[in-house]
């Protein structure tokens, strides 16, 4: 018996690595393609994700060195604390992850704990419904960019927003039983240094820097998943999937395919269901809600990346962004 959990630890302990290899691999035999995966992923990064994104997190990051945070605690914490059961703070959190779109609800969670404004058990449950996408990529990039039409993509927006409420409201409860031993102990003073004419070169610098490390750090996972997706789409790897596993369960190839696309990463997965002709037009809404709604794998481990430091689990995420995508999918479905 010994034996074989030693047997077992060791395959466990070689998965990654053999991953990482097989990545490796794929980049030599894939080379060419990968290359054009790379600069379009770039491309995208610096044209689209930089200047839309870098602008709101030294904006974020300026914020909270300002009375704005404690203020919204004060104001807010009598609607945010019986209906999600968080400090009201994370309002602060809610409402610019909303506005500004993925990951900065998730930069601003970590924030919160790192400030102690919020405990452990509190922010992991803000952080499973206060990331969200953002109203440009909704309805520029979705509504108008692949629907071509600006009411499709507030039709969307409205479903995503409402399925990311509807995950905060259950995930309420979430830790109930841990929190008695966070209630107490996990709080101090938000912040040592304040925003004044005084020190405002220091904290903006700061700010900037750290906007550009996170900045970067998401230019980085853009990049790494156009190219997996090239070589999942060259390898023939998704079509292999979707024809023979998910087509078992009487999923149409062409719609597996687009939601195999979007689980690895939204934009794509996206594109693919605008573009799908033997689908109808209600039917594809409701998928894209639904892939909206969970993010992909790219986002989740931009969020990983960024929570990992501050110690706060990447679980209610992942399950909270999976409840999102169903009340989304959902949402859509009724109104449509």
Not at 24 to 45: D, E, P, R, T, Y
Not at 58 to 77: H, S
Not at 157 to 173: D, E, K, N, V, Y
Request: proline content about 3%; aromatic content about 14%; some cysteine.
């Amino acid at each position: 018996m010994g034996k074989f959990k030693f047997f077992v630890f060791k395959i466990r302990s070689l998965i990654l690595p053999g991953f990482i290899c097989l990545f490796i691999l794929f980049l030599l035999v894939f080379s060419k393609n990968n290359l054009i995966a790379a600069k379009s992923g770039l491309s995208l990064w610096a044209n689209s994700v930089l200047p839309s994104l870098l602008p709101f997190f030294i904006a974020t990051e300026l914020l909270g060195y300002t009375n704005i945070v404690p203020l919204c605690g004060k104001l807010l914490n009598k609607l945010m604390r019986p209906i999600f059961n968080v400090p009201g703070e994370g309002a602060f959190a809610l409402l610019m992850g909303i506005i500004s779109g993925y990951p900065v609800g998730a930069k601003i969670v970590a924030n919160l704990k790192e400030q102690k404004l919020c405990n452990s058990i509190e922010a992991e449950r803000l952080l499973s419904f206060t990331n969200n996408s953002g109203p440009l990529f909704i309805v520029g990039t979705v509504g108008i960019g692949l629907f071509f039409d600006s009411s499709i993509g507030l039709i969307l927006f409205f479903t995503h927003i409402l399925a990311c409420l509807s995950t905060g409201f259950l995930f309420r409860w979430w830790g109930k039983s841990k929190e008695k031993y966070y209630r107490n102990s996990d709080y101090s003073i938000a912040n040592d240094s304040s925003l004044s004419f005084a020190n405002l070169g220091e904290v903006l610098s700061k700010s900037i820097i750290s906007s550009i490390n996170t900045i970067l750090m998401i230019g980085g996972f853009v990049v790494l998943f156009s190219i997996i997706i090239s070589m999942l789409n060259t390898s023939q790897f998704l079509h292999i999937v979707s024809s023979h596993f998910l087509a078992f369960f009487g999923i149409p190839e062409a719609l597996s395919l687009s939601l195999l696309t979007g689980f690895v990463e939204v934009t794509n997965g996206l594109s693919f269901i605008a573009s799908l002709g033997s689908v109808s037009f209600s039917f594809k809404l409701v998928v894209a809600s639904f892939v909206l709604g969970f993010g992909g794998f790219s986002v989740l481990l931009q969020v990983l990346s960024i929570t990992s430091k501050a110690k706060i689990s990447i679980k209610p995420y992942f399950i909270g962004k999976l409840l999102q995508a169903c009340f989304a999918a959902f949402y859509t479905y009724l109104i449509i």
